[in-house]
């Protein structure tokens, strides 16, 4: 259940681009860690290393927490690309902040959610980027067994996939993205950055990701 975001999803869209924290390779595909061959790449970290637009994707992703989800108590980054992301806004917004590890810790405690937290408090997931859905309401399951209430998630990017749509919906987890798919492939084609021909290659790989195999 995607929720319309009320950031500047274009500017965002953008300066992604510009970071290079996305990459389009229509024609020279690659290829991601599920075997899924793609003419796209996201790696939100690489924002990281540029303050200023660090800095406004931040802004942007505390606007939408602030506007959106006014209830949240406790922000959970996501290990490990959107535990930075939720320090952040956490910082800013002055609220509690936790993550949740990929898995319980070997060692010591053995915690798979770090940080300090009370059961029934609603809770908000920031993550860097939706796909499937399948890793992000891992983690949503972890914080509901906690007994938190999960609020809702809030990411800078997802890919549209109508499978991660249902997920969300099924799992009853509304969502929101700082900027999309289809937004980036506009801000892209607008930017010369790719040819029309390639926002065709681009689109409908999004219609069947895991049985693309490039361009023939």
Not at 81 to 106: F, H, N, S, T
Not at 130 to 151: C, F
Request: contains cysteine.
């Amino acid at each position: 259940m995607a929720t319309s975001a009320s950031t500047d999803q274009k500017a965002v869209a953008e300066k992604l681009l510009q970071t290079q924290a996305i990459r389009l390779q229509p024609k020279e595909p690659f290829t991601w860690s599920s075997g899924w061959k793609s003419p796209i790449y996201c790696d939100n970290r690489k924002v990281l290393s540029f303050p200023y637009i660090r800095d406004f994707i931040k802004s942007e992703m505390c606007n939408t927490i602030f506007e959106q989800f006014p209830d949240a108590a406790v922000l959970a980054g996501v290990a490990t690309a959107g535990i930075p992301w939720g320090a952040m806004a956490a910082d800013q917004l002055k609220l509690p902040y936790i993550y949740v590890r990929p898995k319980p810790k070997e060692h010591g405690l053995g915690n798979q959610i770090e940080g300090s937290f009370e059961k029934g408090q609603k809770v908000l997931v920031i993550e860097d980027l939706i796909s499937t859905g399948k890793s992000s309401l891992g983690v949503v399951e972890v914080l509901r067994q906690a007994g938190l209430e999960v609020d809702g998630m809030v990411s800078i990017f997802t890919y549209e996939f109508d499978i991660a749509r249902h997920a969300f919906e099924k799992a009853g987890v509304p969502y929101i993205s700082l900027t999309n798919y289809s937004t980036l492939i506009s801000v892209a084609l607008e930017k010369k950055m790719i040819q029309p021909e390639e926002e065709a290659i681009l689109l409908n790989w999004r219609t069947d990701p895991a049985n693309w195999r490039g361009v023939s």
